[in-house]
């Protein structure tokens, strides 16, 4: 049952809960599962959800509250809480954990959704004086994976520093493993831990690594891909050694067959851009009568078909028409993960592309993937996602030929909202574009030949879209609060020449 509490704070910690351009209550509101509605002006939190994400909210906020003015302040009873993980520190570590300004262990909290506060004095349950505990707080799952990041940094920097026991099965959805030779550590961290993080991504799990020990938390699924791509990188991924002709019957596997001619132009800064956006892991191999194969890896489908458009894309600069020339138009009503696609006339391929940021911003909107290959837009993801996909396009391109966008009834609250705005507060809630990406989805202003203009706002979250719509409050409030001042005329400027 949804509940409203109202607490109070000293307005010189509003600006504190509330963060750079909102990231703290937004943090806080992932965290504890309540919104959070700020009254600047008088230090009123309205905290909204249910019973226990608004008692975890306060228990939050009190916590930042006193970690802006000296230690937090955390009462015995609350260290057995469900969401709480408390965790030894050496204080020589605690600067390396925190970072400059705390830049570090915000990246820590927002890489896995937590809050995490070390305790001082009476509040500290640790036994050694050279020892603090770091307080996280969160889901189970989200904690272990800041538990782990912390030891990581707590074993580079004290390597004597006793760890638990890695071997011991913490939890169903963790997995431990000890690299049998240095060289195997020296691997994973190549390049500045990249290696690490991309396969992360991949997998959709979590991976790190603390002394001797690799850690990874998610899904059973999720696990063991991670796995199998730390064994590509360590014992080396040939054609003998790994079983092609069984690897490409993985269902985490996507094969690419391509003519050699084309292997010049995925060079390794094109690959890493791929592996990067696409969330993948690519490897080439090769293959006879003058072709080369490439394997994509990644635990989502989506994903592997996204890395294989740009790949495609990527041979399409070179070689216009090598395959957008052949496909045809598809559009699926399968649930599952597939791919629409249309192709795009010169005056529609121009407004897609007239600004660079146009084709993430849809993506971004419909909560799939949206990409051009040569003429041919596709849309990849689940029926929902390229059905939102193809509607915001075609908002798109209405807007560019006509200037008025056609909302159809049966999208309105759905997967978009209609907002009335008065002419002089149009730059005002859409910048100087008339087609704006926001955090919270697509914006899209509509101007009729009479009558009021008109916002869309497209996003497949319901919370996205009421967020703009406040935020369009807002300013349109502020505009009339400033038409109503007037400000009082100068006094004229007396004359500096004399009379003669």
């Known amino acids: 049952m949804t509940e ?8 010189p910690d509003v600006p504190f809960i509330l963060g750079k351009g909102g990231r703290t209550k937004d943090k806080l509101t992932r965290v504890s599962g309540a919104r959070i509605e700020v009254q600047e002006f008088d230090g009123k939190i309205d905290l909204i959800g249910t019973h226990e994400s608004i008692k975890k909210c306060k228990t939050y906020i009190s916590c930042l509250v006193a970690q802006r003015t000296g230690s937090v302040e955390l009462p015995k009873e609350a260290h057995t809480d469900p969401d709480l993980t408390l965790m030894n520190v050496p204080t020589e570590c605690i600067g390396a954990i925190t970072g400059p300004h705390g830049s570090y262990l915000r990246q820590i909290e927002e890489d896995n959704n937590t809050l ?12 050694d004086d050279g020892i603090c505990q770091l307080a996280i707080f969160g889901d189970r799952r989200a904690r272990r994976c800041s538990q782990l990041h912390a030891l990581s940094v707590v074993k580079g920097i004290c390597p004597e520093y006793t760890t638990p026991d890695m071997a011991a099965k913490v939890s169903e ?55 199998n791509y730390i064994g590509f990188y ?24 391509l003519p050699v001619f084309c292997l010049e132009l995925l060079t390794q800064q ?35 078909i996204h890395a294989e458009i740009l790949i495609m894309t990527c041979i399409e600069k070179k070689y216009p028409g090598h395959y957008s020339e052949h496909l045809l138009d598809r559009k699926t009503d399968d649930p599952g993960t597939e791919t629409d696609t249309f192709r795009l006339q010169p005056a ?55 200037g008025v966008v056609s909302v159809p009834a049966s999208a309105v609250d759905k997967d978009v909202i209609v907002y009335n705005v008065p002419s002089a507060a149009v730059k005002l809630v859409t910048g100087s574009d008339s087609v704006i990406a926001s955090s919270f989805g697509l914006a899209i202003v509509s101007v009729p030949t009479t009558g009021t203009p008109v916002v869309v706002v497209c996003s497949a979250l319901d919370k996205s879209r009421l967020a703009v719509k406040r935020t369009a409050d807002h300013h349109i409030a502020s505009l009339i609060s400033a038409s109503r001042y007037t400000a009082p005329a100068k006094p004229a400027a007396k004359s500096t020449k004399r009379k003669k």
């Open 270 to 304: 094109v690959k890493d851009q791929i592996e990067v956006t696409a969330k993948v892991l690519l490897f080439s191999f090769g293959e006879p009568k003058g072709y080369t194969g490439v394997l994509i890896f990644s635990v989502s489908a989506a994903a592997r």
């Open 173 to 227: 959805d963790e997995t431990v493993r000890q690299l049998s030779q240095p060289q195997h550590l020296k691997t994973l961290l190549s390049r500045k831990g990249i290696l690490k993080t991309r396969i992360m991504s991949a997998a959709n799990c979590f991976v790190e690594i603390i002394g001797t020990w690799v850690a990874i938390v998610g899904h059973t699924p999720d696990r063991k891909a991670a796995e």
């Open 4 to 11: 409203r509490e109202t607490i109070k704070v000293a307005e």
């Open 116 to 127: 995490m506060f070390f305790l001082e004095g009476e509040y500290c349950d640790a036994e």
């Open 348 to 402: 529609e391929l121009k407004a897609l592309t007239s600004h660079s940021s146009t084709i993430n911003s849809i993506s971004f909107a419909c909560g799939g993937i949206v990409e051009l290959l040569g003429s041919v837009i596709h849309f990849v993801g689940s029926y929902d996602e390229r059905r939102r996909g193809r509607l915001y396009t075609k908002f798109i391109l209405e807007k560019a030929s006509k």
């Open 234 to 257: 360590i014992n080396g991924f040939t054609d003998k050694s790994s079983g092609f002709s069984k690897t490409r019957a993985r269902s985490d596997c996507l094969s690419m067959q």
